[in-house]
Each structure stands twice: as structure tokens, then as C-alpha cells.
């Protein structure tokens, strides 16, 4: 990994398209401002590894009819 | 019963190499199976959430937008997010994925926090992660108490 020390309001470029900013430094937490293309997806990396765990847990195989059944057994769909 | 194949460009988190699914809505409830094109094993349970929850409310950001190419109308404030109502606006329909629990369903899970959004004229989808911590990723299917109000204080 490649560590730089930049100050409130320093910027970091990575190729042509991307900028980091440093905008706030407060106690533990630091704010980054950045600039990057609409089509690079940026997210907080712990959000993105639960959302994957969700779905691996949710993944289902050949079970849906039984599935199904037990979500209307259990009154949670309302019926037509 | 509806069947159409929608591209997720972004892929699924957790299930990234898989870019086609196949949405199977049921007739009679507010369900339906999404299934891998490239591999009909794997597949997930949805719900539309507004039928739990109706204030449930789903914010856009530009990259999502973009991969949905929604036709968006910027609002007064210059903001490019918009709101999307839990009844299908326009052209896209909003699913949550549920997390069964085979030994007792009752204790099945929806997951508000990162909800399936399908545009069903450009046939494209994708998975949002919102920034709204009030909607969990296991949201339970049985409900004591309204929604705000059992979330309040909740670890996410």
C-alpha cells in the first residue's frame, strides 16, 4: 500500500481522472472530497462486504416453490 | 407471470461475475424470483417492500442513474438525486431481496438498506446501497411495531 501524508485541503490525482481531497480533519474522523468519473463507483468498503454477505446468505438454489409456500404460510404476503 | 432478462452492468455484490438476470414476478403476491442466466442455480427471493413498508423511499445517486438511464428532471435545488416513490414510477420498480430462513420463516429478513432497482424499458438493474441507516440489510418480515419507530437507535 502506498501512504502519503497530506494536509487539510492537499489533494492526491491517481491517473488523469481521479482526485482525493482532504476537506476536514475532526477528532478520529476525516472527511475526503472526491472527484472521479461518474462510472468508477466509489462506496465506504465496510457497507459494500455486508451487502455482499446479505446476498451470499440470501442466494437461493432450487428451493423457490418451498419458499414461497413458508412466506405465505406465515401470513406475510397479503393474499388477493 | 411476467419474464424478463435485465442486464446488471455492476453486477450484484457477492455476485459479480453474473451480469443477466432473469425476473420471474408471481401472479398473486407481491413476489418474485430473480435468477442468474449464466447459471439458473443461482437466484434470489424479492419483494416489493412498499407492500411492508409504504413509506419506504429509495434515493438515486448520478452513477446509478446513469447505469438505470433514468430521464431525470433536475429539481429547483440543482440536486441530480431523486426520489422514487415505493409504487413504480415511470418506468422503474423498486424489489428487496429476502433472506430466508428455512427452519423459521417468520424470522425471514428483507434487505431495505441495498434495494434492486429494474428499469424495465431499458431492461437494466441495479443493486443501490443507500446511505439511509435507518434501513437495515435485516429488516425483519414480521413487524411489532411501525418501522421508524423499531429502528430508532439501531446498530447497523
Do not use: C, H
Not at chain 2, 84 to 112: F, Y
Amino acid at each position: 500500500m502506498l501512504v502519503l501524508t497530506r494536509k487539510l485541503n492537499e489533494t492526491i490525482k491517481i491517473g488523469d481522472n481521479i482526485e482525493i481531497t482532504v476537506v476536514g480533519i475532526s477528532g478520529d474522523n476525516v472527511r475526503i472530497g472526491i472527484v472521479a468519473p461518474r462510472e468508477v463507483k466509489i462506496l465506504r468498503s465496510e457497507v459494500y462486504e455486508e451487502i455482499q454477505r446479505q446476498n451470499r446468505e440470501a442466494v437461493t438454489e432450487d428451493e423457490f416453490g418451498q419458499s414461497l409456500q413458508l412466506l405465505k404460510e406465515f401470513r406475510i404476503i397479503k393474499e388477493k | 407471470m411476467k419474464d424478463t432478462i435485465y442486464k446488471f452492468t455492476q453486477g450484484i455484490p457477492g455476485f459479480e461475475d453474473y451480469r443477466e438476470f432473469r425476473l420471474v414476478e408471481q401472479e398473486d403476491v407481491p413476489l418474485a424470483q430473480l435468477i442468474s442466466v449464466e447459471d439458473e442455480r443461482i437466484g434470489f427471493i424479492l419483494m416489493r417492500p412498499g407492500v411492508l413498508f409504504p413509506d419506504y423511499s429509495v434515493e438515486v445517486d448520478e452513477g446509478d442513474e446513469e447505469v438505470l438511464k433514468l430521464n431525470l428532471v433536475t429539481n429547483e435545488t440543482g440536486s441530480s438525486s431523486t426520489l422514487l416513490d415505493v409504487e413504480p414510477k415511470g418506468e422503474i420498480e423498486i424489489w428487496a431481496i429476502v433472506t430466508l430462513n428455512r427452519q423459521d420463516a417468520a424470522q425471514s429478513t428483507l434487505n431495505l438498506r441495498a434495494p434492486l432497482l429494474l428499469n424495465t424499458e431499458s431492461e437494466r438493474g441495479v443493486q443501490v446501497i443507500l446511505s439511509d441507516k435507518r434501513y437495515l440489510t435485516r429488516q425483519p418480515l414480521v413487524l411489532d411495531k411501525p418501522l421508524v419507530k423499531e429502528q430508532e437507535g439501531a446498530v447497523v
